[in-house]
């Protein structure tokens, strides 16, 4: 009889036992596998934020090239202007100039009209 009250008490503790791990082991398991929805989430996330940002990159690139062009067509304007005072061909001052093209809108510049390659001298 006592060795049956041992077995029935170690039995009893051992099936507790059991099922603590097995409780242990199933939380275990469900977190693993909401870890892996989140991975899986964020990861999908990360990659759309990755695409965009390339997408930002290429359109900074592209701006950045377009400011170029801008620069060097507002140079070009600049020298023939200057190139115009100097020969005397402008009837007007070029501060007035200045004022002028500052009170214009950027919308009214055509960007599709490109200087010409070489300058012509008068």
Known sequence: MIADQKHSSYSIASEQEVIRYTKILAQAFGLNEQNAEVYSVLSSENRALAKRMDHYCSWHRKLKK????LEE????????????????HCNCSKESINTLSESSSSEEFNSDHAPPEKKVHW
């Open 66 to 69: 377009r400011v170029k062009l």
């Open 73 to 88: 067509r507002v140079k070009w304007l600049d020298d023939n202007v200057d190139e115009l005072f100097t020969m005397e």
